[in-house]
């Protein structure tokens, strides 16, 4: 069984078993952005456990991109399968790509596969401007002195961010660069996921008067 270490360290699309991973990682999302200006990208990351929320590592497993609307939900298709994450994120209310999402997915029923959609992160998609506070994030994640975000090095994500001036960011709309985008979407929601305590059950406690 592979270590957090191992996952983290290892080459961008590599393969792992699917129990394996599960148990070795927190949790596991694909986040996927469509073409634009440039070309659509799709992502799947995954999460450590760790003993407190702020200590918790994220690392790319995998990266597609292709300026086919098709071909990145095809794309999102393989990478679903080989991975099968948690959960995608992206915006699940494209109008052309639920037409090939539902493509997918009703080869998928016919063969009593997993179904695939993606979970739109309302808050992102809303967000005006949207681009200062993605980039801070990612940009927070990759920080020497405390990084908790780890890209292969083969990735293209680096280069997409070194491409941002500084002066354009605020301009930036949701399209402009889709690797950055999907990047974001699936890392927010996995913060968003380790912060998560769910509500610790109530003991029940008998009524005074019965107690008497």
Known sequence: MPTWEEVKKAELGQSFDIGELKHCCKA?????SWPGKRPGFAVVVAMNHAPSSDTHEICLLAESES??????VRQCGVLDFKYEP??????GKYGAATRFIDEINEN????????????????????????PYILDEIKRLLAQDRRQLFLPGDSKIPNY??????????????????AIEALAFAVVELERHARYRPPRPQRYRRPMSAMA
């Open 28 to 32: 596991v999302y694909g986040g996927v």
């Open 67 to 72: 300026m086919s609307l098709r071909e990145v």
């Open 86 to 91: 948690k959960t995608w994120i992206g915006d």
């Open 108 to 131: 998928r029923r016919e063969r009593k596969q997993r179904i695939f959609s993606p979970y739109e992160p309302f808050e992102l998609l809303e967000m005006k401007p949207l681009y």
């Open 161 to 178: 961010l070194s491409e941002i001036e500084p002066g354009e960011i605020a301009e930036l709309e949701l399209g402009a660069y889709p």
